[in-house]
C-alpha cells in the first residue's frame, strides 16, 4: 500500500486562506466514495498561525498506479479547480506502507 501526502500553502489573508481550505476539504473527503482506488483520505486543516502550510492530506491507496488514477480521476481534478487561484505553494511525499 501506498501513504500519500500532500500538504498546500495558498495565497490570501488567513481567513481567505482558511475558507478555501474549508471549500476544498469538503470535497477531497468526498472523494473514497467516488474513486474506488482511494482507499482513505484524511484531511487537516492547521490551527498553528506560527506554521506556513494551511492543510495536509493523507491518502491510502494500493499502489503508485493507484495514486496517478486517483489523481487523473475527474472528482479529484475538481476538487483541484477549487484551489488552483489560491494555491501558492505544494509538496508531496509518496511511501510505501
Excluded at 471549500?23 to 487537516?44: C, M, N, T, Y
Excluded at 503508485?64 to 511525499?93: G, N
Aim: overall charge negative; charged content about 30%.
Amino acid at each position: 500500500m501506498v501513504k500519500h501526502i500532500v500538504t498546500f500553502k495558498f495565497k490570501g489573508s488567513e481567513e481567505e486562506r482558511k475558507e478555501i481550505a474549508g471549500k476544498f476539504a469538503e470535497a477531497l473527503r468526498a472523494l473514497p466514495s467516488q474513486i474506488k482506488e482511494l482507499k482513505a483520505i484524511e484531511v487537516g486543516i492547521n490551527v498553528n498561525p506560527n506554521e506556513k502550510w494551511d492543510l495536509v492530506l493523507t491518502a491510502i491507496a494500493d499502489s503508485l498506479e493507484d495514486v496517478a488514477i486517483y489523481s487523473a480521476h475527474p472528482a479529484h481534478v475538481a476538487a483541484v479547480q477549487i484551489i488552483a487561484p489560491h494555491k501558492e505553494d505544494r509538496a508531496c511525499v509518496d511511501y510505501i506502507i
